[in-house]
């Protein structure tokens, strides 16, 4: 179990300001691209217009960084965004726009909670077979939800297929479960020469490492159990008590009376909680300079490892770890 597992496809940062949290962003040493929008026509015929929520992204090769913020009411859109046409056959148009509408709902709800880190996707190249490995564990989920998407590239514009799919519990809205949206996405086709997603990055950053979920301690077992039907084996740190990973999907998972062993001073706003993630940079000493000098705190938790204090990154930890 776990083996159709294949590490972080992306985590999602949910924030109140797209224009804030993209300078923010920036001065963290990430290169971020415009904000886009998706439209779509809500019913079969009806006029494309823009729906849900808003988004940024920070890509690294084989997986991104993204950037949240709920449209309002009127479809009122940020500034120097561009609008996403979504295409897909009329027969799945109904169920497309109703988990539209119900993640739009669920990111409103999560900024509730507190801004930052609630989406953690995993990586798969067989989301079929995730969906019905989650269905014979007794894990409920939305069903496998198919897009297309546009990416640029050097020669233009290309459509790229996207399929994912949402965890949900059984006591919570569709999509949602305690801590925030959990879900699977399967790999595109491989990238074409000349897509502009992988720009470099002036912090160094090459790709996503690992997220951290915070869990008061009396729950611990019983999230270690639901994330083991998630993503396969567990592998507890014999080095620091109270803290198990997933290594398929490198998520960490720690108890609240361990979490400062890992990332010292940090203290959730609510439980649980994702708390942080961490990407790989080759040079930590380097990315530490840049950062110091954009005016931003860093904590060194190792030789070759730092991280910026949630207060300090809109809600969640931003770790830097030097590559192996």
């Given at each position: 179990m776990g083996d159709d597992v294949g590490?972080?496809?992306?985590?999602?940062?949910?924030?109140?300001?797209?224009?804030?949290?993209?300078?923010?962003?920036?001065?963290?040493?990430?290169?971020?691209?415009?904000?886009?929008?998706?439209?779509?026509?809500?019913?079969?015929?009806?006029?494309?217009e823009p729906f849900g929520v808003a988004n940024a992204h920070v890509y690294f090769p084989g997986g991104f960084i993204e950037l949240v913020a709920v449209l309002d009411e009127t479809g009122r859109v940020p500034g120097g965004a561009r609008p996403i046409p979504l295409q897909v056959p009329?027969?799945?148009?109904?169920?497309l726009v109703a988990a539209i509408r119900?993640?739009?709902?669920?990111?409103?709800?999560?900024?509730?909670?507190?801004?930052?880190?609630?989406?953690?996707?995993?990586?798969?190249?067989?989301?079929?077979?995730?969906?019905?490995?989650?269905?014979?564990?007794?894990?409920?989920?939305?069903?496998?939800?198919?897009?297309?998407?546009?990416?640029?590239?050097?020669?233009?514009?290309r459509m790229e297929p996207a399929r994912y799919l949402e965890i949900s519990d059984p006591g919570l809205p569709a999509g949602r479960v305690p801590e925030g949206r959990i879900g699977f996405a399967e790999n595109g086709r491989a990238?074409?020469?000349?897509?502009?997603?992988?720009a470099g990055h002036p912090n160094g950053a090459t790709g996503l490492r690992e997220c951290v979920l915070c869990v008061a301690d009396p729950e611990l077992p019983?999230?270690?159990?639901?994330?083991?039907?998630?993503?396969?084996?567990?592998?507890?740190?014999?080095?620091?008590p109270g803290v198990a990973r997933f290594d398929r999907a490198n998520v960490t998972v720690v108890s609240a009376s361990a979490l400062g062993g890992l990332l010292p001073g940090?203290?959730?706003?609510?439980?649980?909680?994702?708390?942080?993630?961490?990407?790989?940079v080759p040079d930590v000493a380097a990315t530490e300079r840049l950062l110091r000098g954009n005016g931003l705190p860093t904590i060194r938790t190792g030789p070759g490892e730092l991280f910026v204090p949630a207060d300090a990154a809109l809600g969640t930890a931003v770790g830097f770890r030097q590559d192996d």
């Open positions: 590490g972080l496809h992306h985590v999602g940062h949910v924030v109140r300001d797209m224009g804030e949290a993209m300078g923010r962003y920036r001065r963290l040493g990430f290169t971020v691209s415009a904000p886009a929008y998706p439209v779509l026509p809500r019913r079969t015929g009806g006029p494309a009329d027969d799945r148009l109904p169920g119900a993640t739009a709902v669920n990111i409103t709800s999560f900024l509730r909670r507190f801004q930052g880190l609630h989406i953690v996707i995993a990586d798969t190249p067989d989301i079929d077979g995730v969906a019905a490995r989650l269905t014979a564990g007794g894990v409920g989920h939305g069903g496998v939800h198919a897009i297309q998407r546009p990416v640029e590239t050097g020669t233009g514009t990238e074409a020469p000349g897509d502009r997603r992988h019983e999230l270690e159990r639901r994330y083991g039907t998630y993503f396969g084996r567990m592998r507890r740190d014999r080095t620091a940090e203290r959730p706003a609510v439980l649980p909680a994702f708390v942080a993630y961490t990407v790989s």
